[in-house]
């Protein structure tokens, strides 16, 4: 546990429909009281929270706090993970979950009421926390993510639930599964290779974890953990109909996916996945990787940040 060390704050106004931004007197207050050092910054547009945490004049007990959903999560990694100028430990992040999807803080029990987020954030009890970095799509360079990718299925849901601005996350989701179940694309045929291992398989669903939550209540990976050093994977093959889709995609709000015949799981470091047929739809985090892609390359990159939760 670390006793000291300034919060630097980078809010989504725009963050849960705008609620967001309602929050900022609650959590200036709150802090205030504490006696805490605190700097907090909003951010006008998209990608502007990559930049803040890269440039922040950090020092090793600093917390950089994302106040937002999964996406500015993802900016603030981001931006922490690519800063020039090197700390002698992991940069520490902090989440107050006071967006719309809300999907990777409920890995480390962190509450989506403010006030308690907040008390979490101050007792500053600091764990180790994997990030991935995938190569391919709109990022040749390469991208880090947190929480996880999804490819097919999921991803096309979760494309259609973004468009809903003013729909519920959960509510959004389920529009945009009944939306794919009804259109029922073929799914790409995926050459995988993870690890030493390697299968070929057409791949209704493909998802690669280190949280453990994704669209709100879908588990794609239940027992994943964020600091083993493996991402937990998961792939549903071969459905043989809409319904036993429907059947499927149903399991994994309860994560008993598993138990299925058509559903593989494992765990590995590195992942290589190639499009042999039909083209792959991606996103890290929620952030669109690609819409017809046909390579990515994933890997894990254990304890490069340090997490403050439960």
């Known amino acids: 546990m670390i006793t000291s060390g300034k919060i630097w704050i980078i809010l989504n106004p ?4 705008g609620k967001a931004a309602k929050q900022s007197p609650k959590i200036e207050e709150f802090l205030k009281e504490r006696g805490e050092k605190f700097e907090i910054f ?110 097919g299925f999921d991803t096309k849901v979760g494309f259609d639930a973004a468009k809903m601005k003013h729909v519920h996350s959960g509510i959004a989701y389920a529009f945009g599964a009944i939306k794919n179940i009804v259109r029922y694309d073929p799914p790409p045929v995926l050459q995988v290779r993870y690890d030493d291992e390697e299968i070929t398989l057409p791949a209704a669903i493909f998802s690669v ?26 792939t549903v093959h ?24 058509e559903v593989s799981t494992g765990r590995a470091v590195h992942f290589h996945l190639k499009a042999l047929e039909g083209g792959m739809a991606a996103h890290a985090d929620g952030e669109t990787l690609c819409y017809d892609g046909k390579e990515l390359e994933i890997n894990c990159r254990p304890g490069v940040l340090r997490l403050i939760g439960a």
């Open 14 to 17: 725009a963050a849960g429909k």
């Open 42 to 151: 909003f951010t006008k547009r998209p990608g502007e929270a990559i930049e803040i945490a890269r440039n922040l004049p950090l020092l090793d007990d600093d917390v950089v706090t994302a106040a937002g959903g999964d996406g500015t999560c993802n900016e603030v990694i981001n931006g922490l993970l690519t800063r020039t100028s090197m700390l002698s430990a992991p940069p520490i992040l902090g989440i107050l979950p006071i967006g719309r999807g809300n999907d990777f803080s409920s890995t480390p029990n962190i509450p989506t009421d403010t006030e308690k987020a907040l008390e979490m954030l101050v007792r500053r009890k600091v764990r180790s926390l994997d990030a991935g970095f995938v190569k391919g799509g709109f990022f040749p360079e390469g991208r880090y993510f947190v929480n996880g990718v999804g490819i």
């Open 209 to 234: 974890m280190n949280g453990r939550r994704m669209g709100g209540s879908f588990y794609m990976g239940p027992d994943a953990l964020l600091d083993d050093g493996k991402f937990d994977f998961c």
């Open 238 to 261: 071969h459905p043989k109909s809409r319904l036993r889709l429907i059947q499927l995609v149903a399991r994994y709000t309860k994560g008993t996916q598993g138990e299925c015949e």
